[in-house]
C-alpha cells in the first residue's frame, strides 16, 4: 500500500464519524468551562486576583493597563497620554464613559455614530472606545459594534484607547461569553471581538512587529 492509498483510507475512514451538529455536542457547559484550566491559567475568586492577572497578562501582550481610583483621574491621565504623544484629533463614539473623556481632552472628535469617510478615521491620532468587559484569564478587552463604535474604531487609528469600569474586569472566557448571551442574546451584534493586545505579527523571521494589520497601540484604562 502505497502514501496516496493509506491517506485516502484515513480519510474514508474519518468520514464514517459524523459529527455533532454545532451547538448540541454532548459535553456540557459546565464540563467545557471546568476543561478551560487545563491550557488557561486558572484564576481566583477575589476582585485582586483578577486584577493581578489582568495586569501580568496585558504587560505580556505588549499593552498598557492603568488603574485608576476615579473618572476625574482617568480623564487626567487621558490629557497626560494625549500631551505626550501630540494628538490632534481623536474618534470616538457615544457612551457615559467616552462622552465625558472626549470632552475632557478638549480636542476635535469624529464620532462613528453617524456616517464618516474612513479617510477622516485614519487621520486621527487615536480612537477612543468602551467595551463590554475585560479577561482576566487572557489579558483580552471584549469588544462588540455596539459596545465600541463600530468595526473601523478600534483598528483605523495607530493607538486604541479603552475606558472600562472595575465591574467590568471578568475572571475568564465562560464568563465573557455567558455575558454576551444575556446581553445580547438572540440578537447579536455583527461583530464580537476579543481583542488580545495591540495589532501584530511574527511572519518575518519570527521578528514580533506591532501595528501590522492595527493599532500599534493598546491602552486600557480601567477607574
Known sequence: MNEREIILGRIREAIRTLA????DHPI???DAAAHIPEWLPRVGESFEDRLALFRTNAADLKAAFVLLDSPELLYAKLREIAAAEGWK???SHASGLTDPACAALGLPVLLTDSGFSPHDMESCD???SAC???IAQTGSVL???QSAGGRALSVLPPHHVVLASRDQLLPDLPSAFALLKTKYAPAYPSLISFITGPSRTGD???ILVLGAHGPKKLTILCA
Open 132 to 134: 463590554d468587559a475585560l
Open 89 to 91: 484629533k481623536v474618534a
Open 143 to 145: 469588544v462588540t459594534s
Open 28 to 30: 456540557s457547559e459546565r
Open 126 to 128: 487615536a480612537g477612543i
Open 20 to 23: 455533532p451538529i454545532p451547538g
Open 204 to 206: 518575518i523571521e519570527r
